[in-house]
């Protein structure tokens, strides 16, 4: 079996959190190797396989997955199944694993560290989700107050380039330095939501379009790639 590398969270508390990367899987062709996403053309065979072994990379059970089908909205769910239409999901069920899919978008883990029981998110982050409150939601599913936060892979501010339909607003809320030369810097713009929610901010500050061999990218591969994902458990 391929290695199967992860970029893990050393979360604080009884939490299990990793990013996965492109590698370590069975999938062929611009899906190479370990594509999470079977809302892809990639085999669906392949994409439970790749699920199954991410799932026992990080201890857990892939008939126990829940996720949305994300519409790069704002809502975030309860974890009680599959495919419900939303960009997060949360639980305080122990064991229960959450899987969020991205390929330039931000994965974002938020825990609850305010001593109350333990309860993690998933959260899927992308421009128009961040304006409309996918942070600030995924805060007051976990009850507000404490919580730590951290930023995955995704798109950064070195290859980001926007329009003026983008730039506008995130200037507007976040300040005219969130957008230089036309590239937006969605990982400062996460992480100031996040911080204004109240949490401690992790970012790892990796760019999937810069990483070819570590990520897909929806931007850098035209749209036809796979999806990395972040994966996370109340243990």
């Given at each position: 079996?391929?290695?199967?590398?992860?970029?893990?969270?050393?979360?604080?508390?009884?939490?299990?959190?990793?990013?996965?990367?492109?590698?370590?899987?069975?999938?062929?062709?611009?899906?190479?190797?370990?594509?999470?996403?079977?809302?892809?053309?990639?085999?669906?065979?392949?994409?439970?396989?790749?699920?199954?072994?991410?799932c026992?990379?990080?201890?857990?059970?892939?008939?126990?997955?829940?996720f949305?089908?994300?519409?790069?909205?704002?809502?975030?769910?309860?974890?009680?199944?599959?495919?419900?239409?939303?960009?997060g999901?949360?639980?305080?069920?122990?064991?229960?694993?959450?899987?969020?899919?991205?390929?330039?978008?931000?994965?974002?883990?938020?825990?609850r560290?305010?001593?109350?029981?333990?309860?993690?998110a998933?959260?899927?982050?992308g421009?128009?989700?961040?304006?409309a409150?996918?942070?600030?939601?995924?805060?007051?599913?976990?009850?507000?107050g404490?919580?730590?936060?951290?930023?995955?892979?995704?798109?950064?501010?070195?290859?980001?380039?926007?329009?003026?339909?983008?730039?506008?607003?995130?200037?507007?809320?976040?300040?005219?330095?969130?957008?230089?030369?036309?590239?937006?810097?969605?990982?400062?713009?996460?992480?100031q939501?996040?911080?204004?929610?109240?949490?401690?901010?992790?970012?790892?500050?990796?760019?999937?379009?810069?990483?070819?061999?570590?990520?897909?990218?929806?931007?850098?591969?035209?749209?036809?790639?796979?999806?990395?994902?972040l994966?996370?458990?109340?243990?």
């Amino acid at each position: 079996m391929a290695e199967l590398p992860l970029f893990p969270w050393d979360a604080p508390g009884p939490y299990v959190a990793a990013f996965s990367t492109r590698r370590g899987g069975v999938s062929e062709g611009p899906f190479d190797s370990l594509n999470l996403g079977k809302l892809t053309a990639d085999d669906p065979g392949r994409v439970a396989e790749n699920r199954a072994r991410l799932c026992a990379a990080v201890g857990t059970d892939d008939e126990l997955l829940c996720f949305g089908r994300q519409v790069h909205g704002a809502d975030v769910l309860r974890a009680e199944g599959q495919g419900e239409p939303g960009d997060g999901v949360w639980t305080e069920e122990r064991g229960k694993p959450l899987l969020v899919f991205t390929a330039d978008c931000l994965p974002v883990a938020l825990a609850r560290a305010n001593g109350a029981q333990p309860a993690i998110a998933a959260v899927h982050v992308g421009w128009r989700g961040l304006l409309a409150g996918v942070v600030e939601n995924a805060a007051g599913a976990l009850g507000g107050g404490k919580f730590a936060a951290v930023i995955g892979p995704g798109i950064g501010p070195c290859c980001y380039d926007v329009g003026d339909e983008v730039a506008a607003p995130f200037r507007a809320r976040f300040g005219p330095g969130i957008v230089r030369d036309g590239k937006l810097d969605l990982w400062t713009a996460t992480e100031q939501a996040l911080q204004a929610a109240g949490a401690e901010v992790t970012r790892l500050d990796l760019c999937t379009s810069c990483n070819p061999d570590l990520f897909f990218s929806h931007r850098r591969e035209r749209g036809t790639t796979g999806r990395q994902g972040l994966i996370a458990y109340v243990t």
